[in-house]
Each structure stands twice: as structure tokens, then as C-alpha cells.
């Protein structure tokens, strides 16, 4: 496994990539991040994230996380959790690009989830449930089939009436 780079600007990753699997002649490739912009410490697992989207998608066989931490202090869990997180979700949406088999069934899973408004398959098939829930309990909306983000204006519970010839009350 050959250790690649951790800072490099978007449109340069997929270069490097191509560049070093050349180069290493095919030997599984990973990077640190690797960090799109260097001005977001207390940021750096979404800094890292966006780079590492970008690398898995153009070949990278693994992705370091980095935390929230990165040149700051020594990581806490909660710190951990957070780049760890990240990076999953980097590499989850490259898989999908990639349309490896099976790679996006989760995420439709989740469409239909969110279209029938079945709250407890969505925490089934959210990266991080326990955030999840908390936000949503934290500010509740007044209807089940809906979030306190738009409540009766819901366009999913709008479309989901209008297909099944209901009246859209949103007042
Ligand atoms: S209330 Fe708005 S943000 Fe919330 S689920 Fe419906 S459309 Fe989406």
C-alpha cells in the first residue's frame, strides 16, 4: 500500500491519482484527506472529505480520515467520530459514482423511506442514526408526515396527497 498526499487542490487529485498508480504500477493507493483548502481548521474531516470523494472516485483504494482536530490538538472520540464519519460518507458517494454493484441500494432505500415518511427505516439507513434522531426530536414538527423545516408545506406530503387525490391542506 503506497501513502499518497494530504493537501492538493480539487482539480489536481484525479491527476495525481492517474499519475501515481502509473507510476507504483498498480500497488493499492491511499490518501490522507487529502485536504481541498487549508483555511478551515476546526473543518478539516470536510475539508478532507471533499478531497477524498474526489480521489476515491478516480481510484484511490482507501481513505485516511481526518478529523476535526487535524493541526489542532490530539483528537477526542467525538473528534474521531466525526472524521471517521466523514470519510465513510466520501467514500459511500465515490462508491456510487463508480456504480459499484449494490453500492447506492442503501441511499434508494432511503428515497422511499423519506417518500413514505417511515421514520424508523430512515434511522436504519442513516450513516449516523443517533445525530438523526436527536435533530429531529430536538425540534419536532406538528405532524408526523413532515419536518419542522417547511411543516404543512411539505412538498413530499403534498405529492404524496396529490397522487392519492386528497385535499393539500396547508393552513
Ligand atoms: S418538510 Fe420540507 S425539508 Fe422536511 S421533509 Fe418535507 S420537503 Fe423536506
Redesign the pocket.
Known sequence: MVEGPGHMAMDEIEANMKIQQRICQGAPFYVLGPLVTDIAPGYDHITSAIGGAIAAKAGAAFLCYVTPAEHLALPNVDDVKQGIIASRIAAHAADIAKKIPHARDIDDRMADARRKFDWEEQWNCAIDPETAKAIRADRSPEIEE??S???KF????SMNKALAGEYIDIL
Open positions: 413532515s419536518c423545516m417547511c411543516g411539505c412538498a413530499v406530503r
